[in-house]
């Protein structure tokens, strides 16, 4: 089955600086890789999304790459703020199948 | 547009009694998703729903763990008899249809806390 690592698992940055988590998959039939942002307490919500037939997407200050060739995709955060603080999910997604397996996820603080 | 509503938020009980969760999904979505999570760390899918259908329940521990959706809304969650490492969150998502359409909202979870 698919497995997904995640990497850091722990994150600190100051306010303004950028921020970048990385994801490896292993199963390349996966193609679509959602990131879930969690707040302490809260229910996991998808903040983007990226499918196999695109290299990069971007959504204000946030963006997603995808490199296929090497199964890994990254999250990047500019200009970072203190409410960015979170814990990121990456996933890898069949989406035919309907299947998605998670990372362990990343714990993401900015400080003030 | 309601989201998707669990209950019970919060639920301790002793080891070997059974629990139920409950999950009720967006409505109009068919696809519906429990999913186990423990503390630092990801969802883990335990079964997978396509309207009534289970179409995937592979990661289900089936000799404790029950689930049904009988018409093929809101679904219910059993454990018994439960053991002290079955503690974690347990989620609840839904999305319209796998396929085309594959954002999962989540619930806010259930709690559990086997003592």
């Known amino acids: 089955g698919e497995n997904v690592e995640q990497h850091p698992s722990t994150l600190s940055v100051q306010e303004g600086d950028s921020a970048v988590i990385k994801c490896t998959y292993s199963?390349?039939?996966?193609?679509?890789f959602p990131w879930y942002k969690q707040e302490l307490g809260k229910r996991p919500q998808l903040i983007i999304d990226?499918?196999?037939?695109?290299g990069e997407k971007k959504d204000q200050r946030i963006a997603v790459t995808l490199n296929k060739t090497a199964k890994h995709f990254s999250l990047h955060i500019t200009e970072t703020q203190p409410e960015d603080s979170a814990v990121y999910f990456c996933?890898?997604?069949?989406?035919?199948?309907?299947?998605?397996?998670f990372g362990d996820g990343t714990t993401l603080t900015v400080k003030p | 547009e309601a989201g998707v509503v669990q209950s019970p938020r919060y639920k301790i009980i002793e080891k070997k009694q059974p629990v139920a969760f409950w999950c009720n999904p967006i409505s109009g979505h068919n696809t519906l998703y429990w999913y186990l999570q423990n503390l630092g760390q990801g969802p883990e899918l335990l079964i997978r729903y396509e309207n009534e259908e289970a179409v995937d329940d592979s990661q289900l521990p089936k000799d404790r763990f029950s689930a049904e959706r009988l018409k093929g809304v809101d679904s219910t969650l059993k454990i018994q008899p439960a053991e002290l490492g079955d503690s974690a969150v347990y989620l609840c998502?839904?999305?319209?249809?796998?396929?085309?359409?594959?954002?999962?909202?989540f619930g806010p979870g259930t709690r559990l806390t086997v003592l």
């Open positions: 996933a890898a997604s069949i989406l035919d199948a309907g299947k998605s397996t």
């Open positions: 199963d390349s039939a996966s193609n679509y």
């Open positions: 998502a839904s999305s319209l249809r796998a396929g085309v359409f594959n954002e999962q909202f």
């Open positions: 990226i499918r196999s037939n695109v």
